[in-house]
T-cell receptor
Framework: DGGITQSPKYLFRKEGQNVTLSCEQNLNHDAMYWYRQDPGQGLRLIYYSQIVNDFQKGDIAEGYSVSREKKESFPLTVTSAQKNPTAFYLC???????????FGPGTRLLVL | QKEVEQNSGPLSVPEGAIASLNCTYSDRGSQSFFWYRQYSGKSPELIMSIYSNGDKEDGRFTAQLNKASQYVSLLIRDSQPSDSATYLCAVTSGNTPLVFGKGTRLSVIA
C-alpha cells in the first residue's frame, strides 16, 4: 500500500526542547516537502528536498532543520529557536516532472 | 514574492447548486495549477490539475484557466454537503515548489 506516513499524529513540546517529526514515503518520489499550516491560513513552505543529501530553505525555515539521508525519509526538527511552533505540519512528496504533490496525514504540534 | 490570492469565504451554497471558487496569481511565468480539497483537521487532497488555457472537466468538477488574466477557477456542479471543505489553489512555474493560497471555505447547505 503506497503512501506517505507521518508520525506522531500529535506531539507535545516543552519550552526549550527540540522535537523531530517523522515523514516516510514508499512512492519512490524524488522530491519531499515540509509545510506549516496555522488556523485559517494556507500552507507555508519550511524546507524542501529534490534529491537525497540536498535540501533548500523555504519561506519560513528559521527555527527548523531537516536531513535527507534516504530517499524515503525527510525528518523535520523543530528547534528551541522556533518560538511559536504550535501548528499543523504537513509533509508532501512529488515526482519533479509531474509537479503534483501528495500529502501525508499531518502532525499537530502543541506547546506545553 | 510570488502570491496566490483566494477569497477566504465562507462561501455558502444550497445543495444542488453550482459552487464557484476563484484564485488569482502574481507570477506570469506560472505554468501549472492545482486545486486541493482540505477537510477540517485533515491533510489536503488533490482534486484537479490544469496546465493550459480553457476548461478541464472531471465528474462534477471543472477547472478553468485564463493565463492572460492570471486567473484560475473551480466549479463544483450539483454541490453536496460532503463538498463542504476548504479549497486550496496552488501554482508553480515549474521546478519550484507549489505556492498555495490561503484557501476558500465552502459550506453546502442541505
Amino acid at each position: 500500500d503506497g503512501g506517505i506516513t507521518q508520525s506522531p499524529k500529535y506531539l507535545f513540546r516543552k519550552e526549550g526542547q527540540n522535537v523531530t517529526l517523522s515523514c516516510e514515503q514508499n512512492l519512490n518520489h524524488d522530491a519531499m516537502y515540509w509545510y506549516r499550516q496555522d488556523p485559517g491560513q494556507g500552507l507555508r513552505l519550511i524546507y524542501y528536498s529534490q534529491i537525497v543529501n540536498d535540501f533548500q530553505k523555504g519561506d519560513i525555515a528559521e527555527g527548523y532543520s531537516v536531513s535527507r539521508e534516504k530517499k524515503e525519509s525527510f525528518p523535520l526538527t523543530v528547534t528551541s529557536a522556533q518560538k511559536n511552533p504550535t501548528a499543523f505540519y504537513l509533509c508532501a512528496s512529488s515526482i519533479p516532472q509531474e509537479e503534483t504533490q501528495y500529502f501525508g496525514p499531518g502532525t499537530r504540534l502543541l506547546v506545553l | 514574492q510570488k502570491e496566490v490570492e483566494q477569497n477566504s469565504g465562507p462561501l455558502s451554497v444550497p445543495e444542488g447548486a453550482i459552487a464557484s471558487l476563484n484564485c488569482t496569481y502574481s507570477d506570469r511565468g506560472s505554468q501549472s495549477f492545482f486545486w486541493y480539497r482540505q477537510y477540517s483537521g485533515k491533510s489536503p487532497e488533490l482534486i484537479m490539475s490544469i496546465y493550459s488555457n480553457g476548461d478541464k472537466e472531471d465528474g462534477r468538477f471543472t477547472a478553468q484557466l485564463n493565463k492572460a488574466s492570471q486567473y484560475v477557477s473551480l466549479l463544483i456542479r450539483d454541490s453536496q454537503p460532503s463538498d463542504s471543505a476548504t479549497y486550496l489553489c496552488a501554482v508553480t512555474s515549474g521546478n519550484t515548489p507549489l505556492v498555495f493560497g490561503k484557501g476558500t471555505r465552502l459550506s453546502v447547505i442541505a
